[in-house]
């Protein structure tokens, strides 16, 4: 505190006031940092190197997580005692705002059962709309996760949220391959996924099996949900999309390199999507 106060306020009387002797003041600013403090010192600049590369989004553990995979070993509370000290601190979501109306047709079964998980690609998967406020309106997004890495594998977004939607979402997942024969898509009851149109588009894709859950209950689709909260928390409420395009784009590369690319997942252990399917590929191919 001396030290930074050096040009306000003169040395003798800061050490006066604090109880200590001006000799031993500067005898402690040429001593050689001690080996705990420069390790200390170390850690702070990959810390902040790994919060700054996640955009501000990681927490301690994933920032713990990162830094183990960069073979940097250090324990999770000192990372966490680190952040704390240098005011490092993750985003927080707003308030969810859901979209569902059903249009009263008879929905599908619930094949999921909040059982969300699956021991290969393309065989489980969940989706759902958002909306993305622009300066132009809003914007909607309609997602195609992978259960089995949690990985985007389809998406669209459009000024409307109609069966097209939904729809173009789907056959981007089957047209990047990662869809298979009747494979499970599970999502809300909304209009756009009890419609005619998007029943044509799931038998088109492969005959895949429609499943449903309860209106207005998002622990029945609990992985769509998160993907919505994290993308909100980490981009959406800390940007302004001053037109659609804007929004198009800036969401395209959280998706197709932060998220399904660098982003570590708790619940894969800590890995990114990408790795996780990577990992399976080859112990297959083995």
């Known amino acids: 505190m001396i030290a930074a106060e050096k040009p306000n306020f003169p040395v003798v009387r800061m050490c006066s006031w604090a109880g200590v002797s001006d000799s031993g003041f500067y005898a402690w600013q040429k001593r050689e940092p001690s080996h705990t403090e420069r390790r200390r010192q170390e850690l702070t600049v990959e810390i ?3 919060f700054d590369a996640s955009n501000g989004t990681a927490g301690y553990r994933k920032v713990h ?3 183990a995979i960069d073979g940097i070993t250090v324990c999770d509370r000192l990372v966490r005692e680190i952040m704390a000290e240098q005011g490092l601190k993750s985003c927080h979501p707003a308030p969810w705002r859901h979209l569902t109306q059903s249009d009263g047709t008879p929905p599908a079964p619930d094949l999921i059962e909040r059982d969300f998980a699956a021991k290969k690609p393309g065989v489980r998967l969940v989706g ?8 132009e309106g809003p914007l909607f997004l309609a997602t195609v996760i992978d259960l089995f890495n949690r990985e985007v594998v389809g998406y669209k977004m459009d000024d409307n949220h109609r069966a097209g939607l939904v729809c173009a979402a789907m056959f981007m997942a089957r047209q990047n391959r990662r869809v298979r024969r009747r494979a499970i898509f599970h999502s809300d009851r909304g209009a756009e996924y009890t419609s005619g149109d998007y029943r044509k588009c799931l038998k088109a894709c492969g005959r895949i099996r429609a499943s449903m859950g309860n209106v207005g209950c998002a622990y029945d689709n609990a992985v769509a949900e998160s993907f919505f909260a994290s993308l909100k928390k ?17 969401i395209t ?8 690319h660098q982003r570590l997942h708790e619940s894969l252990d800590y890995q990114t999507p990408a790795a996780v399917r990577a990992n399976y590929t080859t112990k297959t191919a083995a």
């Open 48 to 50: 902040r190197r790994v």
């Open 65 to 67: 997580a990162q830094l």
């Open 128 to 135: 759902d709309i958002t909306q993305i406020d622009t300066w």
């Open 234 to 250: 980490e981009l959406v409420h800390r940007t302004v999309f001053p037109t659609h395009a804007a929004a198009i784009e800036a």
């Open 253 to 260: 590369n959280y998706i197709e390199v932060f998220y399904n």
